[in-house]
């Protein structure tokens, strides 16, 4: 059987510290969840803040590189635990402001808890130093569609577009600039994990973010896009994947497919353009459950536990 999820992915991965403008930089790792770091006036804002706070603290010091101003804010694209559980490390930087939307916050309540014991089984790379997490991250500062930020002359949009990839996505954005970190709305050389998607909507979000028109975009996995030929080509990527996922999957229910079914009718339809990407093998079957039911009417999707993500692997992948 294929090994469960990301379990046998124990490689390092080469970490980037990528700038952006005099105000941005983008913190990747060859596939791993991406975080944005946004530098003001006075302060300083960083998207996503890493699976643990030991991983939190090698981010900040890429930061302390390049600046000793206090880090006011952390934004959460959304409540997955791989980006919200290492915020508790910036509380020690001068973070007073832990920015989400209302949907992501809703979500934590909802199941943040068992997304962390579902995340920790499936990433174990990632939560290397999960002891050093001291529990779920909570929002103090939540808002519905927008929320503008000015960190001195530097105007910070941060908004919520509809939903995809979550019910909650955030992105922020730095009109300024024309730099945009889209959290996983956008995924680039990875695949896109639906297993939380709202599939039917995430294309119609897709065009909400192609109307601000980025001129470099920071994907929530896979390498940063720096020119708009390479932001569109991102882009149509990601609503490639998503639209090519929810179109087997209401096609395998129309035509009275089992789950398992569905999974190798899907596999054979998305394998030749996505099965080298990135976190591929870890996402489908996720995927592929998700999609089979949003496409036989469940609309919001079921919450994954760590016993129910074994009982669908073993069912797809045994």
Known sequence: MTPFASRGDLSPKKISFTQLSANAYAYTAEGDPNSGVVLGDDSVL??????????????????????????????????HAVRVLGASAYAGEGCTHIIASRGTYDLIVERGAEDMKSEMERFPRLFQAVESISGLTWPNLVFSDEITLHLGKLEVRILHLGPGHTRGDTVVFLPQHGILFSGDLVEYQAAAYAGD?????????????RSLKPEKLVPGRGPVLETREQVRRGIDYTQDFVTTLFACARDSVAAKRTLKETFEYTRSKMDPKFGRMFIYEHCLPFDVARAYDEASGIKHPRIWTAQRDREMWEALQG
Not at 70 to 79: A, C, D, E, F, G
Not at 197 to 209: D, F, G, I, K, Y
Request: glycine share 0%; charged share 25%; aromatic share 4%.
């Open 197 to 209: 998607a709202q599939l039917e909507e995430w294309p119609s979000t897709l065009q909400e973010l």
């Open 46 to 79: 960083v998207v996503d803040t890493t699976a643990t706070p030991v991983m939190a603290r090698e981010l900040i010091a890429r930061i302390r590189q390049v600046t000793d101003k206090p880090i006011r804010h952390v934004v959460l694209s959304h409540y």
